[in-house]
């Protein structure tokens, strides 16, 4: 009988206890996830991390001491760090890029499905990425820079390299589609789908999906409009 995988080690910080225990409820009940601790505060969450070595953080953006985004970045910085997940409300779109560019692996909402945030946490652990397509939206709508319209045919130089194929399917990313959904959009299988994101990370030179989402948007090949 072959060695099952050890458990995701989960820390979650929040400032508030009723959603920490929320939280550990829901993930506690999934097999293969183990919440191994809580914070109230971004400095207690980074010493945890420290201690505990969790393989995934669920933190929140607003917290006392050291908020989300600034534990973050501290995070990144730890030998064999965690893989961070942040949590947000509709009111903090503003924090969206910065906290990707620290290096968050996913964006959720507080009030997500139960299986959007068990599929948050896998991802990330597997290091993909997940993001909510409402804030992907909305990340699109009022925080990324317009840039001019683009000729008819013009790639920007980002990802002229890409395949058509391989342009089709970063343009669904950009819209918050899992690999799953892609999938049935394309009419292809979902290894199909991770194959050719796996050669446009490679070609675009960034580390997950939600990077290529924000260069998609910056370099102009996707608009406010998709």
């Known amino acids: 009988m072959p060695e099952s ?10 400032d508030q206890q009723l959603l920490r225990a929320g939280f550990r409820v829901i993930l506690q009940a999934e097999d293969g ?3 191994v601790g809580e914070a109230a505060d971004g400095a207690d969450a980074v010493a945890q991390a420290r201690s505990l070595r969790p393989d995934v953080v669920l933190i929140d953006i607003r917290m006392p001491k050291l908020d989300g985004l600034s534990a973050t970045e501290y995070l990144m910085k730890l030998p064999d760090g965690p893989r961070v997940v942040m949590l947000t409300t509709f009111d903090q779109n503003e924090y969206v890029v910065r906290a990707l560019r620290a290096g968050a692996y996913g964006f959720l909402l507080k009030d997500a499905p139960t299986s ?3 599929a948050a946490v896998r991802a990330a ?4 990425a997940l993001i909510e397509p409402s804030i992907t939206r909305r990340l699109v709508e009022q925080f990324v820079a317009s840039p001019a319209p683009a000729e008819a045919g013009y790639l920007p130089d980002a990802v002229a390299g890409l395949t058509e194929r391989e342009l ?4 669904l990313v950009a819209r918050g589609l899992s690999n799953a959904e892609i999938a049935v ?5 979902e290894t199909t789908v991770k194959t050719h994101i796996a050669r446009i990370l490679s070609k675009l030179g960034v580390r997950d999906r939600v990077q290529a989402v924000v260069l998609a948007y910056e370099s102009g090949f996707v ?3 998709l």
């Open 5 to 14: 995988s050890p458990p995701i080690r989960v820390l979650i910080a929040d």
């Open 33 to 35: 996830i183990e919440v």
């Open 116 to 118: 959007r945030l068990i």
């Open 125 to 128: 652990a597997a290091g993909d």
């Open 168 to 171: 089709e399917v970063l343009r």
């Open 185 to 189: 959009e394309l009419t292809v299988a």
């Open 223 to 225: 608009s406010r409009s």
